[in-house]
């Protein structure tokens, strides 16, 4: 990859932000809990993997600064609450014995190195479902900005086309925060990858025309039913493809399941500011006055979702069956 997303270095996390893509590639240091759950909870770094990598740091890092453990930690849980990676490389650092600066950062550091191995094993798994000579469309960025590198959803486009499929490849711009505009063009051309941008409005549109041989999506969340969590606009677009006959895939670490909620009603959903909406770079763009509904994610029913790539295998339908197998470690 010709950037990092994150990585740890003379005694601080340090974090691409992106917040200023793809303007300025502006470093944000962070060396206490506090400081890494602000970027989180900023948006300098983001995608539910890349926020676990982040998370197991700044707690970390709280025994560094001479932070209180249970209050760092609950200010990091409290940071994204959608995206469960962030709870899941909480519970794995705050177990690990003894309990000093050394033992945890080598533990962030195996989650770091753990998440690029997955997503390369989520590009393996997730190549051979992708059609040749047709485009992929994806929503959002699960690439490697939102993960330690590779990307999950782009990770399994990236596998795909080093296959040698000829695959045209399409981002949603991806609103209020235009992380396919942003992000998602900016890191596939890094990476020497064309790529089409549209309106998240003519998506449905160019799943009807037939051109797009499959959506791929990330997730921040996804229930024991297959329910999903993802950017807000994931659920629309799956109404599309399956109106189009059009095959969706969701790509995701195993650390994105969550078994504990029975379904997608189960996970919470973030509300973000009124002003992510209403303004456009600091500029007023909607009527003084108006009320805003902003969630940041929306729940994709598995009703709606072709197949789960997790870096242990595919899940199909019935995801109670076949996701618990997979959490427990039995490839599929």
């Known amino acids: 990859m010709s950037f990092r997303t994150l990585w740890f270095e003379d005694g601080a996390l340090h974090l691409l932000d992106q917040r200023g893509l793809p303007a300025r590639a502006d470093i944000v240091v962070a060396r206490s809990a506090a400081e890494v759950a602000r970027a989180i909870r900023d948006m300098v770094v983001?995608?539910?993997p890349a926020i676990g990598c982040a998370a197991a740091y700044g707690l970390?890092?709280?025994?560094?600064?001479?932070?209180?453990?249970?209050a760092a930690r609950a200010l990091l849980l409290a940071a994204r609450p959608t995206a469960v990676n962030l709870r899941w490389a909480l519970e794995r650092i705050s177990r690990v014995e003894p309990r000093s600066f050394a033992a945890l950062k080598a533990e962030a550091d195996r989650v770091l190195e753990e998440d690029l191995a997955a997503c390369k094993a989520i590009g393996r798994f997730g190549a051979p479902l992708v059609p040749d000579g047709k485009g992929i469309l994806t929503h959002c960025n699960a690439g490697g900005l939102a993960t330690a590198g590779y990307g999950t959803a782009l990770g399994v486009v990236r596998a795909a086309l080093a296959q040698g499929k000829q695959c045209a490849v399409f981002a949603d711009e991806t609103r209020p925060w235009l992380q396919g505009a942003r992000l998602t063009a900016w890191e596939l051309l890094q990476d020497g990858i064309p790529v089409t941008l549209l309106p998240d409005v003519a998506a449905a549109s160019l799943l009807g025309s037939g051109r797009i041989g499959c959506v791929i999506v990330g997730a921040d969340r996804i229930a024991r039913n297959g329910d999903t969590a993802n950017k807000v606009g994931t659920y629309p677009l799956?109404?599309?493809?399956?109106?189009?006959?059009?095959?969706?895939?969701?790509?995701?670490?195993?650390?994105?399941l969550d078994l504990r909620a029975p379904s997608g009603s189960a996970i919470p959903i973030e509300e973000r500011s009124a002003e992510e909406v209403t303004h456009l770079r600091g500029e007023r763009v909607a009527a003084e006055g108006v009320s805003v509904f902003n969630p940041a994610f929306d729940i994709t029913p598995a009703r709606y979702i072709t197949a789960i790539v997790t870096e242990r295998g595919v899940a199909r339908a019935p995801y109670e069956v076949s996701l618990p197998a997979l959490a427990e470690g039995k490839p599929r």
Do not use: K, W
């Not at 709280?62 to 249970?70: C, H, I, K, P, V």
């Open 46 to 48: 983001r995608g539910a």
């Open 60 to 70: 970390a890092l709280s025994l560094q600064s001479g932070e209180e453990f249970a």
């Open 238 to 256: 799956a109404l599309a493809a399956q109106a189009s006959g059009v095959p969706f895939f969701v790509a995701a670490p195993v650390s994105t």
